[in-house]
């Protein structure tokens, strides 16, 4: 039997898309329930770890290098990466603080303080915004990636457009 063996950027993209959509969907605990809510956030974590870990060179390099010559685009990328993390940290972190289902799991229970409910709630609202500037810094990468790896192996290679024949008014083809 044949592996599927997936390139970096297959990867890459199933890794952060599968995140993407497990955080949207964590964002509406009314639509998914408190037990999907909380088992997914921690899925999610698992999910930002192992992205942290296929991205791992790459953060060496920008660490070493940012105090020097940096492309603008990687410094922004950077700086956004960082207080997503922070942000994605202090929800999933709030989130255990605050748990109903997960920590009865293992025989805990979860503080009722209002300070960590409303540190996971502002936390996630400014989240959303970061996520949605990270997918708009990396959107053409998305895009193209989609196209490459998805897109053309289903629909084949666009087809090359032909141009309307005009007809001149005499009836004849230009």
Request: hydrophobic share 50%; with cysteine; net charge positive.
């Amino acid at each position: 039997m044949q592996r599927l063996k997936l390139g970096g950027t297959v990867r890459n993209l199933l890794v952060d898309g599968t995140i993407f959509v497990g955080f949207l969907v964590a964002t509406a605990p009314h639509a998914t329930g408190q037990t999907i809510h909380e088992w997914l956030g921690l899925a999610c974590g698992v999910g930002i770890i192992t992205h942290l870990l296929l991205h791992w060179k790459w953060i060496v390099n920008v660490v070493r290098r940012y105090f020097r010559k940096l492309p603008g685009q990687v410094r922004i990328n950077s700086i956004l990466n960082t207080v997503l993390f922070i942000a994605l940290t202090l929800i999933i972190f709030s989130g255990l603080m605050i748990s109903k289902v997960v920590l009865s799991t293992f025989g805990l229970s979860g503080s009722h303080d209002a300070i960590w409910r409303w540190l996971h709630t502002s936390a996630t609202n400014v989240t959303l915004i970061i996520v949605g500037l990270h997918v708009a810094l990396h959107w053409k990468w998305i895009v193209s990636t989609i196209k490459r790896y998805a897109w053309q192996p289903i629909f084949g290679r666009r087809q090359q457009q032909t141009q309307p024949v005009m007809l001149s008014e005499q009836g004849g083809a230009r």
